[in-house]
């Protein structure tokens, strides 16, 4: 009587809710002895959840706040409930999504006061995170929950820090999913997410995943390739005061790798969905590269830092990544741009720190690579695989650098353009050309006790590891990228490096490398052009040339030579292949010329046939493009190796060729007499034949003329 006295008079709503507190608190307490062993009838709780979702189901907020604390309190004190999909289902669907949107909404109420507007941020945040975090396989991909990610962004810069993580996980699962993925990314509250990055790494995970997961065309579409210059942009630059730089450069990484671009992706776990150019994607000189490439100076510069597995990865990753990408501008600004700082005033540059140390980390690798790896490495082929892509980049940069130096041979007007202060001074580049020939040697015996006493596959020549090394943990798609890797850099070195020593090494491995050019491949993971650098620089010494032959090496690349030229390549794979051809045609040509070999051989002499085989009309029709002309540049390149053959041949070999080089006379005087048309036409536009070609013609006819060799006769 006393009770009911007193709340005679009160308003009946605050009665009410107050009855709905005595009974939240029951439930509570049955839980908590549920919880301590005391366990609970399931009818108990069973009626107890039903009168619970009744009340979600009130047309007022007051009795649904009520019901969703309760609803809250059993989940968390039962946990066995969240195991029963159908228990969740029918409760999630019990909770009204507007009423949701409302208490995430509250803080923009300004009449409400700011400690309740918290709360109910706070319950909802919480009830959400119990469903989609706690309970994520059948709801991280509903309507109703990917519905919540605007109001979610919208309050997570200035929510508690408990409430933020609890923010943060709810969008990273919801990220998890292409749906929600695309939604995190395509909303307008996305720089909210990019601002407190640099302050959490979950956000940053957020943002990394929602490009992971977002479809390719999404990802295509003009909006979103800009919101990724302008996420770029904001996100790099607070980084540079703050310790996140591994998990800024790990996020950058597998972004890079994910964007639909023209180049090789690091990453094993994603394929590149569709072929953009880099113009495409990002603006012209994009200020943020600069960003990160003093980035990473700042993270090379701390050495106690660069020293931890941690962080030393991330950075390699990113920066092989960034140069596949963005090519000779990132290389200016890593190894020579205005950002490379020194560490003191007589210190070395950065560049040279940053090539020296990825060095001594490969040639501390490389010998554990049949063993399994050493604790204290990367544990990853792709870091090693990034490690020497990294340092290939940085040869051709200082070959490229080093040629600038020097002045043209003849400069009528003597205004020799004055190069750039070299990024080096004499005595580092000396030191530097001893590390690397030290770690390309190696390299060379890596590949020897890698790949010459493995089995391989028949399809993709790759090696297969027996099972009790510890390499058979990796991937054959990451075997392969590193020995690509390897061969590339390699190969660079070999052929920019007069180093007999190292070359003399480098022809014991010239039956693998050609075993590699006949393997199978695809257009990112290409082994015969590293393969024919490599050989350039190895020939260029008698062992050179004697292993060369000794493993075939001429069968394969004439063969090689004879399909460029009789065979009619897609219009993606013409250029490269016209540029293989003449590379070919270089080192066959060097091989002829070699002191080693003396007479040509009979069996080489089909190149006579080959370079008169097609006609050099064949694809004017088809290609009145430059296809059409390094074709014919080609053709001419292989009419000077056959005659070169010609001369160097015995008399009685030359004479059972003499058919084939008839032909070629022919040939070559078609191409010259064509180009003499065609130069005398009138300035409608193309010309099929180049000048340097109709000279290359005029000196094969008159070197064969010379040998005695007479035009055939015209079939007219």
Not at 75 to 88: G, R, S, T
Not at 296 to 325: C, F, G, M, S, Y
Request: proline share 5%; aromatic share 6%; hydrophobic share 40%.
């Amino acid at each position: 009587m006393t009770t009911q006295a007193s709340e005679q008079g009160q308003d009946p709503r605050k009665v009410q809710i107050k009855h709905l507190e005595q009974e939240s608190e029951q439930v509570q307490a049955h839980g908590q002895d549920q919880a301590q062993g005391n366990a609970e009838q399931p009818e108990d709780l069973s009626q107890g959840l039903d009168q619970t979702l009744s009340l979600l189901k009130v047309l007022d907020d007051t009795y649904r706040f009520v019901g969703l604390a309760l609803l809250k309190s059993i989940l968390d004190n039962n946990v066995e409930l969240l195991k029963d999909p159908e228990v969740i289902r029918r409760c999630w669907a019990a909770i009204p999504t507007r009423f949701l949107d409302r208490l995430l909404r509250a803080p923009s109420n300004e009449d409400r006061d700011k400690k309740e507007s918290l709360s109910m941020v706070q319950l909802a945040v919480a009830v959400l995170h119990t469903f989609i975090v706690r309970f994520s396989e059948d709801l991280s991909d509903d309507e109703k929950a990917v519905g919540k990610i605007e109001g979610l962004l919208d309050i997570v810069a200035w929510s508690p820090s408990d409430t933020r993580t609890q923010i943060l996980q709810i969008l990273l699962t919801l990220a998890s999913k292409q749906t929600g993925s695309t939604v995190i990314l395509c909303s307008e509250r996305w720089a909210h997410l990019v601002d407190f990055a640099p302050q959490d790494d979950l956000a940053l995970d957020v943002i990394k995943f929602a490009f992971l997961n977002t479809p390719s065309e999404v990802l295509q579409k003009p909006d979103i390739l800009r919101k990724v210059n302008e996420t770029l942009s904001h996100m790099v630059s607070p980084y540079r005061s703050t310790a996140m730089h591994p998990q800024l450069f790990q996020a950058l990484h597998e972004i890079f790798s994910l964007l639909p671009l023209s180049v090789r992706s690091y990453s094993t776990v994603f394929e590149l969905l569709q072929v953009l150019t880099v113009e495409q994607v990002f603006p012209p000189s994009p200020l943020w590269l600069s960003s990160i490439a003093a980035l990473i100076h700042q993270n090379i510069i701390e050495l106690p830092k660069w020293n931890l597995i941690r962080d030393r990865k991330p950075t390699v990753l990113l920066t092989a990544t960034l140069l596949h990408v963005f090519h000779t501008e990132f290389a200016n600004l890593l190894f020579n741009g205005p950002s490379t700082p020194s560490i003191s005033q007589d210190s070395k540059p950065v560049s040279y720190l940053f090539v020296t140390l990825l060095l001594i980390d490969l040639r501390e690798a490389v010998p554990t690579l049949r063993k399994g790896f050493s604790s204290n490495y990367f544990h990853s082929l792709d870091a090693i695989a990034a490690s020497y892509d990294i340092i290939s980049t940085f040869i051709g940069f200082l070959v490229h650098f080093l040629d600038e130096e020097d002045p043209p041979p003849e400069n009528p007007d003597n205004e020799i353009k004055q190069p750039s202060a070299s990024p080096f001074p004499p005595f580092l580049l000396l030191q530097l050309r001893v590390d690397m020939s030290e770690t390309m040697s190696l390299t060379i015996e890596n590949l020897r006790e890698r790949l010459e006493n493995s089995y391989y596959d028949a399809k993709n020549l790759l090696p297969i590891t027996p099972s009790h090394s510890k390499m058979a943990s990796s991937t054959p798609r990451q075997q392969e990228t590193l020995t690509i890797s390897q061969v590339r850099t390699l190969a660079l070195w070999l052929r920019e490096d007069d180093n007999e020593a190292l070359r003399k090494e480098a022809a014991s491995i010239s039956n693998i490398l050609l075993d590699l050019y006949g393997a199978e491949s695809d257009q990112f993971l290409e082994f015969r052009s590293p393969v024919l650098i490599a050989l350039e620089g190895i020939i260029k010494v008698p062992e050179g040339v004697e292993a060369f032959l000794a493993a075939g090496g001429w069968i394969t690349l004439s063969g090689d030579l004879r399909a460029i030229l009789t065979s009619t390549p897609s219009t993606d794979d013409r250029r490269a292949s016209f540029t293989r051809g003449i590379e070919i045609v270089r080192i066959l040509l060097d091989v002829v010329e070699s002191d080693f070999v003396g007479p040509a051989k009979e069996d080489w002499m089909s190149i006579v046939g080959i370079a008169s085989v097609s006609s050099p009309s064949s694809f004017a029709v088809v290609d009145q493009t430059s296809f059409h002309i390094r074709r014919i540049d080609l053709q001419i390149a292989t009419a000077q190796l056959a005659v070169e053959l010609l001369v160097r041949a015995p008399r009685n070999v030359r004479r059972r060729a003499m058919p084939a080089a008839r032909k070629l006379l022919h040939k070559a005087r078609e191409i010259f007499l064509q180009g003499v048309n065609e130069s005398e036409e009138d300035d409608v536009g193309f010309v099929g034949i180049s000048r340097d070609a109709m000279d290359g013609a005029e000196e094969v006819m008159r070197a064969l003329q010379g040998l005695g060799v007479r035009c055939i006769k015209d079939e007219a």
